[in-house]
């Protein structure tokens, strides 16, 4: 089944302590992306990647990180989280040419305290 | 800065009526249009899309028209079902860019 996978669901953790959001897509697309979902907001995009190595920032990069080293993981890394990033985070891919639909994943949702 | 807004954050409507939301833009450099459905517990799942080179696409109940000179779209659902019920993103993208912009959703009711 074609599918973006992102783990954990479901994360609470506290103020600076290091943390990663594993996102893998099965169906060979070359971008991937990452967005947080805010109440009256939308889904504001926070770093994407065209492909392998290349990765560049969105609307809202600051106080995270990504890397693609692999064409099917695309992780996300909060080095010290703050409060300011509790929020629903998406992962996303799609196919890099012509009209394509982005494919996202269920969310993980973390809480910073 | 927004460049796909949803102004109406909620809409209500009866089982078997129409069911139409909004979505304006800002950039007139997009020329690809898709709505979203988002389920509670679920990412986003892709509904509907147009080009910018037709003014209205059709599947099933649902159909996605484009006014480019107002910079308007509008997903019409008909008719509607209590399984309609939830958030509705609509996103925007120019064809050779993969930055998606996306509204803030409108929570779609549809009552029995």
């Known amino acids: 089944e074609a599918q973006v996978t992102q783990n954990p669901r479901y994360l609470i953790t506290v103020t600076g302590k290091k943390l990663t959001v594993t996102c893998s897509q099965n169906?060979?697309?070359?971008?991937m992306s990452w967005y947080r979902q805010d109440p009256g907001l939308g889904l504001r995009q926070i770093y994407y990647?065209?492909?392998?190595?290349?990765?560049d920032k969105g609307d809202v990069p600051e106080g995270y990180k990504v890397s693609r080293k692999e064409k099917r993981n695309f992780p996300l890394i909060l080095e010290s989280p703050s409060p300011n990033q509790t929020s629903l985070y998406f992962c996303?891919?799609?196919?890099?040419?012509?009209?394509?639909?982005?494919?996202f994943g269920n969310g993980t949702r973390l809480t910073v305290t | 800065d927004q460049q796909v807004k949803q102004n109406s954050p909620s809409l209500s409507v009866q089982e078997g009526r129409i069911s139409i939301l909004n979505c304006d833009y800002t950039?007139?450099?997009?020329?690809?249009f898709l709505w979203y459905k988002k389920y509670p517990a679920e990412g986003p799942t892709f509904l509907i899309s147009?080009?910018?080179?037709?003014d209205k696409n059709e599947d099933g109940r649902f159909t996605v028209f484009l006014n480019k000179s107002a910079k308007h779209l509008s997903l019409h659902i008909v008719p509607s079902q209590p399984g309609d019920s939830a958030v509705y993103f609509c996103?925007?993208?120019?064809?050779?860019?993969?930055?998606?912009?996306f509204g803030a959703g409108t929570r779609l009711t549809v009552k029995p």
């Open positions: 996303a891919s799609s196919s890099a040419t012509g009209y394509s639909p982005l494919h």
């Open positions: 169906m060979n697309h070359e971008y």
């Open positions: 990647s065209m492909n392998v190595e290349v990765t």
């Open positions: 950039n007139s450099m997009f020329d690809y």
């Open positions: 147009i080009s910018s080179i037709k």
């Open positions: 996103a925007a993208r120019e064809l050779y860019n993969n930055d998606m912009r």
